[in-house]
T-cell receptor, first 113, second 114 residues
């Protein structure tokens, strides 16, 4: 079963706009929430990650917001650029999982110039 | 820089064939993973290995097996390929030591089963 649900499946944003991708999880044992970015023809790469002891983490134009009570987290891309066009995956991990990640379904982001 | 290398970018095989996908990492990572990526389904874990000769089933192991004889190499085996195994296959590796160790991915093998 899909333990991490991601939306939307695709997103089109104008250059300079804000891109928002949402994820919801079910397993309360999850305690690590990374986002991966994948460009066409490449494997995913870690973009930014958060642990549930903080509600927000910012790295440059990328921010993760985390709501533990709602079991939701989201990625915000400020001042979106055409170079941000990629597929984004949220993921979750926790417990004695050997670092196993459960991924969301992915969001294809297109930023128009 | 960590390098995860998958032996083929594109592969075409026939139904019923035994197919081997190879993955090599150069960072002495303990953990290695095999995923398949399908549109709308994200990345789904097939198998992972946390040490040489050790393996654990992921979420969708049916029809697959794996082999890890050396620390740097992790092979995915399709015992008898079927058309529903047509997909993008991604290998990843990471250090052991907690879930916040990032996974490093190869660029994938696009496998077509005819």
């Amino acid at each position: 079963q899909q333990q991490v649900k991601q939306s939307p499946q695709s997103l089109i944003v104008q250059k300079g706009g804000i891109s928002i991708i949402n994820c919801a999880y079910e397993n309360t044992a999850f305690d690590y929430f990374p986002w991966y970015q994948q460009f066409p023809g490449k494997g995913p790469a870690l973009l930014i990650a958060i642990r549930p002891d903080v509600s927000e983490k910012k790295e440059g134009r990328f921010t993760i917001s985390f709501n533990k009570s709602a079991k939701q987290f989201s990625l915000h891309i400020m001042d979106s650029q055409p170079g941000d066009s990629a597929t984004y995956f949220c993921a979750a991990s926790g417990g004695t999982s050997y670092g196993k990640l459960t991924f969301g379904q992915g969001t294809i982001l297109t930023v128009h110039p | 820089d960590v390098k995860v290398t998958q032996s083929s970018r594109y592969l075409v095989k026939r139904t019923g064939e035994k197919v081997f996908l190879e993955c090599v990492q150069d960072m002495d990572h303990e953990n290695m993973f095999w995923y398949r990526q399908d549109p709308g389904l994200g990345l789904r874990l097939i198998y992972f290995s946390y040490d040489v000769k050790m393996k654990e089933k992921g979420d969708i192991p049916e029809g697959y097996s794996v082999s890890r004889e050396k620390k740097e190499r992790f092979s995915l085996i399709l015992e008898s390929a079927s058309t529903n195994q047509t997909s993008m296959y991604l290998c990843a590796s990471s250090f052991v030591g907690g879930p916040n160790q990032p996974q490093h991915f190869g660029d994938g093998t696009r496998l077509s089963i005819l």
